[in-house]
């Protein structure tokens, strides 16, 4: 058994939790591993340069399928980098709108502000500043800002 690592083991080194581990097996992120008689997963190193990779990946803005594809390519022998340029540039548009959204959305916040200052109460049921609300590019904007806050893993 020498050279190998449980589960709990591969977890700390790769700075990830023995439940993150399961669902990438589980995803097929991570291969299925070998097995003790008594049934206790056994890793190499591999295992745990896959596993440092996909959180490393993770870290960069890449979701579990990006990731996945990236690694059915590395594990057909062909050259996953060229397939992590192209969603590289996928991601850099991607923030480039968000970024243009944000913006349109910081100045139609001011404006907000600017216009409601001068009146403090607002008709509406509750706030009128509120319920006046903000335009459908900035709640997109809102809403991948808050799904970056609550991703798992």
């Given at each position: 058994?020498s050279?190998?690592?449980?589960?709990?083991?591969?977890a700390?080194?790769?700075g990830?939790?023995?439940?993150?581990?399961?669902?990438?097996e589980?995803?097929g992120?991570?291969?299925?591993?070998?097995r003790?008689?008594?049934g206790?997963?056994l890793?190499?190193?591999?295992?745990?340069?896959?596993l440092?990779?996909?959180?490393?990946?993770?870290?960069?803005?890449?979701?579990?399928?990006?990731i996945?594809?990236t690694?059915?390519?590395?594990?057909?022998?062909?050259?996953?980098?060229?397939?992590v340029?192209?969603?590289?540039?996928?991601?850099?548009?991607?923030?480039?709108r968000?970024?243009?959204?944000?913006?349109?959305?910081?100045?139609?916040?001011?404006r907000?502000?600017?216009e409601?200052?001068?009146?403090?109460?607002?008709s509406?049921?509750?706030?009128?500043i509120v319920?006046?609300?903000?335009?459908?590019?900035?709640?997109?904007?809102?809403?991948?800002?808050?799904?970056?806050?609550?991703d798992?893993?």
């Open positions: 058994m050279g190998r690592l449980k589960i709990g083991e591969l700390k080194r790769s990830a939790t023995t439940k993150t581990v399961r669902y990438y589980l995803l992120l991570l291969h299925e591993p070998e003790t008689e008594s206790y997963r890793y190499d190193e591999k295992d745990v340069e896959r440092t990779f996909i959180r490393k990946a993770k870290s960069l803005g890449f979701s579990l399928t990006e996945g594809e690694l059915t390519l590395f594990d057909s022998q062909q050259a996953p980098c060229v397939h340029l192209a969603l590289l540039d996928r991601k850099v548009l991607e923030i480039d968000l970024v243009s959204e944000l913006k349109e959305l910081q100045q139609e916040l001011a907000l502000r600017e409601s200052a001068a009146r403090a109460e607002q509406g049921h509750i706030c009128g319920e006046r609300g903000i335009h459908a590019k900035g709640q997109a904007a809102l809403t991948w800002i808050e799904s970056q806050r609550l798992p893993a």
